[in-house]
């Protein structure tokens, strides 16, 4: 574990010139043609051979073996414009404002890391640089392609980074085994009404409104359809229609999210918000049409690995550096935001780590998602030596 701290100390530069290349490029989604070439030129250039998985995601192994480890990196951002005062701002509406940038660089020193020490390999470490985190589609994606091999992961890892916490940076926290993160699914409704005068409203069909009383009606999901025990959260981010104050438009849109501990309780909130949208518009003589555009399970964090990574981790970075997460509160052991990685904890053993980035105490004030987050990027060396760390741990 020195070797690997020595190590990675060793690439800091080269760490935080990757991360500040990925910032100032963010891209989103699915769309990643710069982010996706400068990874696998990054990767070639170690010796290793990135191939496409799914639409644009890629992986690539480290060592030999039937079985192997997964370490995972997501590299899309947000679409958000950036308000962060860095030389290396991304000025095209787009931001890494949840730290992926951080991840990708992370990953990429851990592939130094390993290729560097592969000869002496206990089995195989699979790279996974995934696409579309943030809509919730690109780790599904990937497995639909192959990822797994049918089950021939023994391991999965994810790191994510945090800003705007109390910890010093570097600080590990490991997830407990169980769930810890919710269930999760984004969707969108789309109101289709009669546009025409606004003083003539009985000619028309208005959407408008008819959006507006599905949104209060969405509300009762959470009021009055779950048990008080059932942590749940229903959230609609945005709703827009018409251009003028005396016209009523022929449509509006709304889209949302939805968030359960339980797999069940989403499922059935889902069924009941398209109920809801669809019955509500129809009383009103317009019609509604309900998507569902992202979605995924609840985080399952498996006990072995976690037993696992607590010991490397301390090894790694020392015991005042490592927490495990139902040591910190209920907060910290189920946190509210969600994670595609999730697919991937149904389909292996897997864990999430989270790793602070940044205190406010040291100028990083704002959480992630927002437009003027940053990230201290002396955790880039600890993530990638951890990151390393965690492999080695499954494979021993």
């Given at each position: 574990?020195?070797?690997?701290?020595?190590?990675?100390?060793?690439?800091?530069?080269?760490?935080?010139a990757e991360r500040r290349w990925l910032h100032a490029h963010a891209e989103t989604g699915f769309q990643l043609p710069q982010t996706v070439r400068h990874v696998a030129d990054a990767l070639a250039q170690m010796g290793l051979q990135p191939v496409?998985?799914?639409?644009?995601?890629?992986?690539?192994?480290?060592?030999?073996?039937?079985?192997?480890?997964?370490?995972?990196?997501?590299?899309?951002?947000?679409?958000?414009?950036?308000?962060?005062?860095l030389p290396f701002a991304c000025r095209d509406g787009r931001m890494h404002a949840c730290g992926h940038d951080m991840h990708t660089a992370m990953l990429l020193g851990a592939s130094r890391l390993l290729k560097a020490r592969e000869g002496q390999?206990?089995?195989?470490?699979?790279?996974?640089?995934?696409?579309?985190?943030?809509?919730?589609?690109?780790?599904?994606?990937?497995?639909?392609?192959?990822?797994?091999?049918?089950?021939?992961?023994?391991?999965?890892?994810?790191?994510?980074?945090?800003?705007?916490?109390?910890?010093?940076?570097?600080?590990?926290?490991?997830?407990?085994?169980?769930?810890?993160?919710?269930?999760?699914?984004?969707?969108?409704?789309?109101?289709?009404?009669?546009?025409?005068?606004?003083?003539?409203?009985?000619?028309?069909?208005?959407?408008?409104?008819?959006?507006?009383?599905?949104?209060?009606?969405?509300?009762?999901?959470?009021?009055?359809?779950?048990?008080?025990?059932?942590?749940?959260?229903?959230?609609?981010?945005?709703?827009?229609?018409?251009?003028?104050?005396?016209?009523?438009?022929?449509?509006?849109?709304?889209?949302?999210?939805?968030?359960?501990?339980?797999?069940?309780?989403?499922?059935?909130?889902?069924?009941?918000?398209?109920?809801?949208?669809?019955?509500?518009?129809?009383?009103?003589?317009?019609?509604?049409?309900?998507?569902?555009?992202?979605?995924?399970?609840?985080?399952?964090?498996?006990?072995?690995?976690?037993?696992?990574?607590?010991?490397?981790?301390?090894?790694?970075?020392?015991?005042?550096?490592?927490?495990?997460?139902?040591?910190?509160?209920?907060?910290?052991?189920?946190?509210?935001?969600?994670?595609?990685?999730?697919?991937?904890?149904?389909?292996?053993?897997?864990?999430?780590?989270?790793?602070?980035?940044?205190?406010?105490?040291?100028?990083?004030?704002?959480?992630?998602?927002?437009?003027?987050?940053?990230?201290?990027?002396?955790?880039?060396?600890?993530?990638?030596?951890?990151?390393?760390?965690?492999?080695?741990?499954?494979?021993?």
């Amino acid at each position: 574990m020195e070797d690997l701290s020595r190590a990675a100390g060793e690439i800091a530069d080269w760490l935080r010139a990757e991360r500040r290349w990925l910032h100032a490029h963010a891209e989103t989604g699915f769309q990643l043609p710069q982010t996706v070439r400068h990874v696998a030129d990054a990767l070639a250039q170690m010796g290793l051979q990135p191939v496409q998985c799914g639409r644009c995601g890629l992986v690539a192994d480290v060592g030999v073996g039937e079985r192997f480890v997964l370490l995972r990196a997501d590299m899309d951002a947000l679409p958000i414009g950036e308000e962060a005062d860095l030389p290396f701002a991304c000025r095209d509406g787009r931001m890494h404002a949840c730290g992926h940038d951080m991840h990708t660089a992370m990953l990429l020193g851990a592939s130094r890391l390993l290729k560097a020490r592969e000869g002496q390999l206990p089995g195989r470490v699979r790279l996974m640089f995934q696409p579309a985190e943030e809509i919730l589609s690109g780790a599904a994606d990937m497995l639909a392609d192959g990822l797994l091999e049918d089950g021939r992961c023994v391991g999965a890892y994810m790191l994510h980074v945090l800003t705007g916490v109390d910890l010093p940076t570097g600080t590990a926290i490991v997830s407990a085994p169980g769930v810890s993160a919710p269930a999760a699914a984004f969707f969108r409704i789309a109101v289709q009404g009669k546009g025409c005068h606004g003083a003539q409203p009985h000619n028309g069909v208005d959407p408008l409104l008819t959006a507006a009383r599905i949104a209060l009606g969405l509300q009762h999901i959470r009021a009055g359809e779950l048990p008080m025990a059932e942590s749940a959260v229903l959230t609609l981010g945005m709703l827009r229609a018409g251009e003028s104050a005396n016209v009523i438009p022929d449509r509006a849109e709304m889209a949302g999210s939805l968030r359960a501990f339980s797999d069940e309780a989403l499922g059935m909130m889902l069924r009941r918000a398209e109920e809801i949208a669809t019955g509500v518009a129809q009383a009103f003589r317009a019609r509604a049409a309900f998507s569902v555009t992202g979605r995924a399970p609840t985080l399952l964090n498996d006990a072995e690995l976690s037993q696992r990574a607590m010991h490397s981790l301390t090894a790694l970075l020392g015991e005042a550096c490592v927490k495990r997460s139902d040591a910190l509160g209920e907060e910290a052991r189920r946190n509210g935001g969600s994670e595609d990685f999730a697919h991937i904890s149904h389909a292996a053993p897997a864990l999430m780590v989270a790793l602070a980035a940044g205190r406010p105490q040291d100028g990083h004030v704002h959480p992630a998602h927002h437009p003027q987050a940053t990230f201290d990027e002396a955790a880039l060396p600890i993530g990638a030596a951890a990151y390393a760390a965690l492999a080695l741990s499954a494979l021993g």
